[in-house]
């Protein structure tokens, strides 16, 4: 398969394309369960196999993809014919930032693979857990578990030829309750990074167990807490919503196809703009943020991208300002003609694809925000006078240029002169992401810093889901409305 | 047609052969999409996918396995529905037994499928597009936008039943997007078709020329906080309604305790009698299958009326587990269709050109919409695309985008002055997975007083 794909890769470029590539998926795997007050109510698994091919004729995309692995021709064929068309309303021609040819292999680091656990074995893990969360004041319990496992194989038109074996597990645990008015409450949890690989292994049922008898307790104290007050104080957010915050007007502002205007239709733009990069004070300088797809352990390291660049670890906003992008080798040459000066070296590894069919976008890769120097959660509540600690999202909704945020979290702790005054819920907080950030003041030790997966990042048209990582710290932020 | 029945009774064989009871669904989709941005093409790109879904029943055990296959290999497809079968005899039962669908009867339904449009070539999309666009670009003003048709089948056949579903529909969305590169503005119009002579790009152009003209031309504002009355586009008409129907009428949410809905909200009126709204299978470009997957004949069934809540909507699991009937509603999507009103105002124009005593804010569209508290049926989303500040003395300012908190009542609930008595058909497709083809059909405005603004950008 692999040498008929560098054949007709060849074909594409005898044809006229100036660039071609391949993905094949001879498999992706998923298996899902989804155990809901003691009913295994989804018991799903699934497989995919097929091909993607993306030309540049003309300085122009075509992309064309099947499950039909019968007919690559006519993959090929569409594919290269839709470029044809698309070159015919061309205003910058697409050209690739430069990149060596790469023959390698990556595979991400587990120890068991999930798919050959035995179902029973994953079933009694979520009776056990179900079991755990089954207490007063629990209407609704929900444990999941999501695994996945791929192979790609990716063959371009300059000689790359790299091999991708990834596994994937998603695990989690909710609880919801009804409050005094009427009201649904609800707490969850998703373990961050558990040890150094990924595979059924980093799933301990112990601290699983641990964080069910945590969840319950929280829930009970929100059926009876009062609802978040309504007014401006300072928001510490934990690693479950910071984790969020960092991922909505940190990861996404800094994609560039939103800053060039390649989202406009869909997800939207950016405030950030070309003549930003260097000068921008995006937050205050214990403002620290990164794209690292080299964490070891997480959805968001991958080794090579689907333009066949090796991850890397780049500063996106150093003490502040803003510095750096998530980029792939289109947008990377068109910025820079675009600014008229090299603001970006190269692409920084982040073109992503959902899947075989379809096409890879600019995507986050872990985008993390460095550990501080303010100590642990204590230390920061201490230091703060009037304020709420926020964990959990329960819903966001950011505005088209990442402008400003609208975050309703599970839970909220009242904090008043030093000292935490109990739980609160319904809490929400809104504000702009520039003054945002800019009012950063506490930034949490590296104690209070966690690896967060997210496994349903949305972008793109035709619409497509990514997985990837946020490791972030506790974080303080002050004179934030909350409560609407 | 026929190849694909062939297939699902041979795959109906097999699993009899292994002694399976199973439901088997197809699904094939033929996707075009050719994307804009900055004024070229930034990709155009076609997907043609089959997937299969096995789903096992054992009992009080149930399982599925799905697959996104080359058709032609029946091997692999065998191993699928096997697998399927292993993993319902392991799976833990479930405290109801699930029921099994039976088909039967044979279920063609055509009725959204154009050939036309399902032939529709890259050169016809781009000639769209510069219809759309002409004249309207400049140096600064770029040109942005999708154009997405596509043909979807969906086949559905049991081992408890000899009967086959078949439901093969068209569809597109067009979006087209004016953006100004130095101001950051973006104005949008947007189109759906079931059928090739449903596509008008001089009807683009037209709304896209005056929207681009007064954004060229008039005055932008941050808006105060407060109150306004507001005139909703059919693009946030029909996604907020899509959920305050959809998920707000649904059995299951009501009754584990996250809907808006209660049960001793039946019969009483919750929204503003100006307000009917009702599930319509029977109207083809909202894509309506006439029968389940359960194979239940499926009609026109009532949600609000008047203002009154009519029905929970019940799935057959949520059925199942609460002892309640379904109402055929285990399909891929609802086809809301909301009542018109009596205002005369097909377009933009028109809209602007109505007597009014005092500021109309025109909002088209909500970006990045979710719940804030699914109890409260509270929700947030921002301005976007287009949005016009219509003052009484008849001037026109551009509004920076806002923020809206509100409560579903207070979007349909006695705020509502007036809906036009022009409807469109809205299309609000999501297509992260398989393609399937959603739209609502919603008055052309919704005119609602006291919708609050809780934030407002200072700057585009």
């Not at chain 1, 939207?268 to 995006?282: M, T």
């Not at chain 2, 999309?125 to 154009?147: H, M, P, Q, V, W």
């Not at chain 2, 909703?232 to 009501?254: D, H, L, N, W």
Request: net charge negative; aromatic share 10%.
């Amino acid at each position: 398969m692999k040498q008929e794909l560098k054949n007709k890769l060849d074909g594409l470029k005898a044809q006229g394309a100036t660039y071609a590539d391949a993905r094949w998926y001879p498999y992706e795997d998923s298996n899902q369960l989804l155990m809901w007050n003691g009913n295994l109510r989804d018991l799903t698994s699934s497989s995919q196999s097929g091909v993607g091919v993306r030309v540049l004729y003309k300085g122009a995309w075509g992309f064309s993809a099947s499950s039909d692995l019968g007919n690559i021709d006519q993959v090929f064929q569409k594919a290269f014919d839709n470029a044809r068309v698309a070159a015919e309303r061309v205003t910058f021609p697409v050209r690739l930032a430069e990149k060596d040819a790469v023959r390698d292999n990556f595979s991400s680091p587990n120890q068991v693979d999930p798919f050959s656990v035995p179902l029973e074995e994953k079933v009694e893990f979520l009776k056990k857990l179900d079991a755990a969360l089954d207490k007063p004041g629990v209407a609704q319990r929900m444990c999941s578990m999501e695994f996945t496992r791929k192979q790609i194989v990716y063959l371009d038109s300059e000689g790359s030829e790299i091999e991708k074996n990834i596994v994937e597990v998603f695990p989690g645990i909710r609880v919801m309750g009804i409050d005094a008015q009427g009201g649904m409450q609800s707490r969850k949890w998703m373990p961050g990074r558990q040890g150094a690989s990924r595979g059924w292994e980093s799933l301990d049922l112990e601290v699983f167990l641990r964080n069910a008898d945590r969840v319950t307790l929280e829930l009970n104290q929100l059926l009876t807490a009062e609802d978040c007050p309504r007014d401006q104080r300072s928001v510490i957010l934990l690693p479950g919503i910071m984790y969020l915050q960092t991922h909505e007007t940190i990861g996404h502002a800094l994609e560039l196809d939103r800053i060039l205007g390649y989202e406009l239709s869909f997800a939207g733009g950016s405030f950030v703009r070309l003549e930003d990069f260097g000068k921008l004070r995006y937050g205050s300088e214990k403002l620290t943020a990164r794209a690292d797809a080299t964490v070891p352990n997480s959805p968001g390291s991958f080794g090579y991208d689907d333009d066949g660049v090796q991850a890397q670890n780049n500063l996106l906003i150093d003490q502040g300002i803003l510095v750096g992008a998530i980029t792939g080798r289109q947008m990377v040459e068109e910025a820079n003609a675009r600014a008229r000066r090299p603001i970006f070296a190269g692409s920084s590894g982040a073109n992503r694809a959902t899947s075989f069919y379809r096409v890879p976008i600019e995507r986050m890769t872990n985008i993390n925000i460095d550990p501080g120097t303010d100590g642990s959660l204590e230390d920061i509540v201490r230091h703060t006078e009037k304020g709420v600690i926020l964990d959990g999202d329960k819903s966001w909704s950011i505005g088209s240029n990442r402008e400003q945020f609208h975050f309703a979290t599970d839970i909220g702790w009242r904090v008043e002169d030093g000292e935490v005054k109990g739980v609160v819920k319904n809490a929400t907080y809104r504000g702009s992401t520039l003054a945002f950030y800019n009012s950063l003041s506490a930034v949490g030790d590296e104690r209070t810093w966690e690896v967060r997966y997210v496994n349903n990042c949305g972008k793109g048209a035709p619409n497509q889901i990514m997985q990837l990582g946020h490791g972030v710290p506790v974080c303080r932020f002050d004179n934030v409305t909350v409560g609407e | 047609m026929n190849t694909v029945l062939d297939l699902l009774k041979t795959l109906r064989a097999c699993a009899l052969e292994e002694g399976l009871v199973m439901a088997i669904e197809y699904h094939e989709e033929d996707s075009y999409l050719t994307r804009f941005a900055n004024s070229a093409i930034s990709l155009n790109t076609s997907e043609h996918l089959v997937r299969l879904k096995f789903t096992a029943f054992d009992g009080y055990r149930r399982a599925e396995y799905g697959m996104i296959t080359d058709p032609k290999d029946l091997q692999a497809m065998r191993e699928g529905l096997r697998t399927a079968g292993r993993m319902a005899r392991v799976a833990e039962p479930l405290s109801f037994e699930p029921t099994l669908p039976y088909y039967m009867k044979d279920v063609v339904d055509e009725r959204a499928y154009d050939p036309a449009l399902a032939g529709l070539t890259s050169d016809e999309r781009l000639a769209f597009f510069n219809t759309a666009a002409a004249g309207l670009e400049t140096e600064d003003i770029k040109l942005s936008g999708i154009f997405s048709n596509g043909t979807t089948t969906v086949a559905q056949i049991c081992t408890t039943g000899e009967g086959i579903q078949y439901f093969r529909v068209t569809d597109a969305k067009i979006t087209v997007v004016l953006s100004s590169e130095s101001q950051k503005w973006e104005v949008n119009a947007e189109q759906s078709a079931q059928k090739k002579s449903d596509l008008d790009a001089a009807a683009l152009h037209r709304e896209l020329a005056f929207l681009a003209r007064h954004y060229q031309e008039d005055e932008p504002v941050q808006l105060s906080l407060g109150k306004y009355r507001v005139v909703f586009g059919p693009a946030a008409t029909a996604e907020v309604m899509e959920i305050a129907a959809g998920y707000g009428s649904s059995g299951g949410a009501m009754r584990r305790g996250y809907s808006y809905l209660k049960e001793e909200d039946l019969g009483r009126r919750v929204f503003s009698p100006l307000v009917s709204v009702s599930d319509d299978p029977g109207i083809p470009a909202l894509y309506g299958r006439t029968a389940d997957r359960y194979g239940r004949d499926r009609a026109e069934f009532p949600v609000f009326k008047e203002g009154v809540f009519q029905a929970f909507t019940w799935e057959q699991d949520d059925a199942d587990e609460f002892g309640r009937t379904p109402t055929g509603h285990d399909v891929d999507q609802y086809s809301f269709s909301v009542n018109p009103g009596s205002m005369d105002c097909a377009d933009l124009e028109a809209l602007a050109a109505l007597p009014r005593d005092e500021d109309v804010l025109y909002i088209p569209y909500i970006h990045y919409m979710n719940i804030v508290n699914p109890s409260k049926g509270l929700v947030t989303g921002s301005s976007r695309f287009g949005a016009l500040l219509l003052r009484k003395d008849g001037s026109v300012n551009i509004p920076y985008n806002v923020r809206l908190t509100q409560a579903f009542a207070d979007f349909f609930g006695d705020g509502v002055r007036w809906l036009s008595k022009q409807q469109v058909v809205y299309n609000t497709s999501s297509t992260y997975g398989r393609r399937n083809p959603v739209a609502l059909r919603v008055p052309r405005f919704l005119c609602v007083d006291g919708i609050e603004i809780s934030h407002s950008n200072a700057s585009y």
